[in-house]
């Protein structure tokens, strides 16, 4: 997976702020719970996670999560929640604190192929987006901290053996 992998290259430091990168399972609730307490430890004021979506063309921050798990194939540890809320007493969506058109502006800049994406799906990165957006509505509301959620496509390594998949 080369979204974290893409992360640990980041500095520890861009423009006098500091980064905390945290690796979080591939698990329903778990990579969301994880994200929730790295925030209470580290009180930041910008969160952006950052998943794999295999076959798009290019980097693609999310606009949207959407209070809906439906998985098509059991995350790593199993569990595969079908068409459910992900919180029973969240909004039905939570829309990006991020500036995501200037982000998408500005990869474009330096010849990075990237898009805005309307949907982060239904799988464990929507999961964790939505979870994420969620906790700053409630649990750290005026806390003034802006998250959201980033996908980065497969790495070359990773579709060898699929022809005509974007990398």
């Known amino acids: 997976n080369p979204a974290y992998e893409a992360v640990k290259l980041l500095p520890q430091y861009i423009d006098g702020a500091a980064l905390i990168k945290k690796e979080i399972p591939v698990v329903f609730d778990e990579g969301a719970e994880v994200v929730r307490q790295a925030i209470k430890e580290e009180k930041p004021d910008i969160v952006i996670c950052v998943g ?16 809906y798990a ?44 990237a898009a805005i994406s309307y949907s982060a799906g239904t799988y464990v990165c929507n999961d964790v987006m939505y979870q994420l957006l969620y906790f700053l509505h409630t649990e750290f509301a005026g806390q003034n901290i802006r998250g959201g959620f980033i996908h980065v496509p497969f790495c070359d390594e990773q579709v060898v053996n699929k022809p005509g998949t974007p990398a």
Do not use: C, H, W
């Open 52 to 67: 794999q979506a295999g076959g798009r063309a290019g980097i693609t921050p999310e606009f949207v999560g959407i209070n």
């Open 70 to 113: 439906d998985a098509r194939i059991p995350d790593n540890a199993g569990n595969a929640p079908m068409s459910q809320p992900i919180k029973p007493d969240g909004e039905n969506a939570y829309f990006t604190g991020l500036p995501v058109k200037a982000m998408v502006t500005a990869m474009k800049a330096e010849n990075i192929p």
